[in-house]
């Protein structure tokens, strides 16, 4: 049997087809999540420029962004539930195909039009990968399915605090047709998920001979109870991401507004707060499955509110600082809030990773764009002001259910 061969030749190796951990799988699926969410942080990176270059409002910003993000998340739950139910190990590669194509419409468009055309395609990329990403990761776990998730969000966060760094050092100095450089990392991601898709289809032939590796809800839950559960989660991301939206897209702008400072320092201190994103999700994936996944959600939702509050009403050194502990805090509830959901609604890992990663985009798009709007009809340190207040909404996670299996 095919599936029968490709398991055996990648039996003997780190990535291993049974029920262990394989740790090579998650590296190479948070390499490949890394590359395409460094690809995707070069839109929001260079919003400045292209303000300038063609004279942008800040609600013609915000709607590239909500066509960038709607366009992945309104996708995701349908790749997803078709990937729960027709499973197609080499689609991670493919879908990397229409990133590349994005790309390069970006680098080379002219007007407003082509540019929503490019980041939509961008956007489709992203709905085929995450979904299909995630699968793989929980199927990689061992049973650590908060680690591995958090190995696998870790790589995004890593590729969306790198990605302004790249566009401050090559897009800013060269122009917008230096875009064009980063079809690299497209083919790249392309490549090695093709290694990726092998150990996947093994995989799948392995679940279907050893229906005991399947994961059954936990008990006690009845589907009244799991509905509302996910409820919260849906406040939770939310909270989360329109308030991360706001960081990502008006952050720059609002420390050149009030501090003065160049836009290369602006992108500097973005990457903090990006990069602290990047440590909070690897932190919040060893608590998740220490101490449980609740409380992980709990605290960090509702322990960036501090941070959160304080940081428009202060000097620019505190203001950075505020930020990175605001996104150390808040990254880690991510991981865990999939995890969380896949833990109720085990047979649907697909749909539910869909969901949430769609929830993510696409909330985070409407955030921006409702920010932008908001931010033209006052200003960019009021936005600061409002959005201050989303954490808050984290005391809800108080009413989740405890999924730990006694």
């Not at 799948?204 to 994961?215: F, G, K, L, N, Q």
């Not at 290369?264 to 903090?272: D, K, R």
């Not at 990175?324 to 749909?351: C, Q």
Request: charged residues 10%; hydrophobic residues 55%.
């Amino acid at each position: 049997m095919e599936f029968r061969k490709i398991g055996s030749r990648i039996a003997g190796t780190p990535g291993a087809v049974g029920n262990g951990l394989a740790l090579s799988i998650l590296v190479i699926i948070g390499m490949s999540h890394f590359l395409n969410d460094m690809i995707q942080s070069v839109v929001p990176a260079i919003y400045p420029i292209l303000k300038e270059k063609y004279q942008f409002s800040f609600s013609q910003i915000g709607l590239i962004t909500l066509v960038f993000q709607m366009t992945s998340s309104l996708l995701q739950p349908v790749t997803g539930f078709y990937a729960d139910k027709h499973p197609r190990p080499y689609s991670l590669s493919a879908g990397m195909c229409f990133t590349l194509a994005g790309l390069l419409i970006l680098a080379f468009a002219g007007n407003f039009a082509l540019i929503l055309l490019s980041v939509g395609v961008i956007g489709f990329g992203s709905s085929i990968f995450h979904p299909e990403a995630s699968r793989v990761a929980q199927m990689a776990s061992g049973g650590r399915k908060s680690f591995a998730q958090s190995i696998f969000q870790v790589g995004g966060n890593g590729g969306s605090a790198v990605g302004p760094l790249l566009a401050a050092a090559v897009v800013l100095p060269l122009g917008q047709s230096a875009i064009a450089w980063f079809a690299l990392a497209a083919v790249l991601a392309s490549c090695i998920m093709l290694r990726v898709g092998a150990w996947y289809k093994a995989k799948i032939a392995y679940i279907a001979e050893h229906p005991a590796a399947r994961v059954a809800p936990p008990p006690g839950l009845s589907r009244r109870r799991i509905m509302v559960s996910m409820g919260i989660l849906v406040l939770l991301i939310f909270s989360k991401y329109f308030y991360t939206a706001c960081i990502t897209s008006y952050f720059t702008f609002f420390l050149i507004d009030k501090f003065g400072v160049s836009v290369q320092v602006s992108q500097l201190c973005l990457f903090a707060f990006l990069a602290a994103f990047a440590i909070g999700t690897v932190v919040g994936g060893l608590c998740g499955d220490r101490w449980g996944r609740k409380y992980v959600i709990w605290f960090s939702i509702l322990g960036a509110a501090p941070f959160s509050l304080a940081m428009p009403h202060l000097g620019l050194v505190a203001t950075v600082v505020c930020a990175f502990f605001a996104g150390l805090i808040i990254a880690s509830a991510f991981s865990s809030i999939v995890v969380y959901a896949t833990d109720l609604m085990p047979d649907k890992v697909g749909l539910v990773a869909g969901v949430f990663f769609g929830l993510m985009f696409g909330l985070g798009g409407i955030g921006s764009a409702f920010f932008g709007w908001l931010a033209d009809h006052t200003s960019i340190g009021f936005i600061f002001e409002v959005s201050a207040w989303l954490p808050l909404l984290g005391i809800i996670a108080a009413f989740l259910p405890d999924t730990r299996r006694k």
